[in-house]
């Protein structure tokens, strides 16, 4: 059936460090994909989104890479910052043969270490 | 502040009473989703509006839910005689077209 998963559940890093959040997912007819950061208490904060015709979409301090070929999809951060401690979600969407709504992961948490 | 704003932030209701939530999306967002999200997991969707007319519903959405969103631009989620697995996170996110912007949620806590 269809999921979106992550290899990892939780990643310490160092502040100043790059972070790398990694996210698997299994419908191949997907078309969109989109990480947010959702803090404790609050709703999901949109970071990054990219499209499947594409592999690499770069923000601020911020990179996705889509793997099509093995259904793997990645965020980076660079520099990471205390501000950035929060749990995220990577999820997909079929805007080709749905209305786009999203299908989360359980989500990766983030800590950063001053 | 023209984000997506949704009304209550916390609701504690008594099991078997209803509760009516408010979400007013970013203007001119033309779609508007409502999702659920429990602790510890990523939201699941529940209902997909384009303007006023509901296009898609999961198969969470029982028939005690009902979503509304009569002129078009805010919506309201209904859930009547609440059960303590409706305890969750009712999330809403407004959207032109691709992302998606969530609200801050209602947090429903049924005793």
């Known amino acids: 059936g269809e999921s979106v998963g992550l290899h990892l559940p939780t990643l310490s890093v160092q502040e100043g460090d790059n972070s790398i959040i990694n996210c698997a997912y299994s419908?191949?007819?997907?078309?969109?994909f989109i990480w947010y950061k959702q803090e404790s208490g609050k709703g999901p904060q949109f970071i990054i989104d990219?499209?499947?015709?594409?592999d690499k979409r770069q923000g601020q301090r911020v990179t996705v890479l889509l793997n099509k070929t093995v259904k793997h999809l990645s965020l980076q951060i660079a520099a990471t910052q205390p501000g950035d401690s929060a749990v995220y979600f990577c999820?997909?969407?079929?805007?080709?043969?749905?209305?786009?709504?999203?299908?989360f992961g359980k989500g990766t948490k983030l800590s950063v270490k001053p | 502040d023209t984000g997506v704003s949704q009304n209550p932030r916390h609701k504690i209701t008594k099991r078997g009473q209803n509760v009516t939530f408010r979400c007013d999306p970013i203007s001119e967002h033309n779609r508007l989703y409502w999702y659920r999200q429990t602790l510890g997991q990523g939201p699941e969707f529940l209902t997909y509006f384009q303007n006023e007319a509901q296009l898609e519903k999961s198969r969470l959405l029982s028939d005690r839910f009902s979503a509304e969103r009569p002129k078009g631009s805010f919506s309201t989620l209904e859930i009547q005689r609440t059960e303590q697995g409706d305890s969750a996170m009712y999330l809403c996110?407004?959207?032109?077209?691709?992302?998606?912007?969530f609200g801050p949620g209602t947090r429903l806590t049924v005793t």
């Open positions: 419908n191949s007819a997907s078309d969109y």
């Open positions: 999820a997909e969407a079929n805007y080709g043969g749905s209305q786009g709504n999203l299908i």
């Open positions: 990219i499209r499947s015709n594409m």
């Open positions: 996110a407004s959207s032109p077209r691709g992302e998606q912007y």
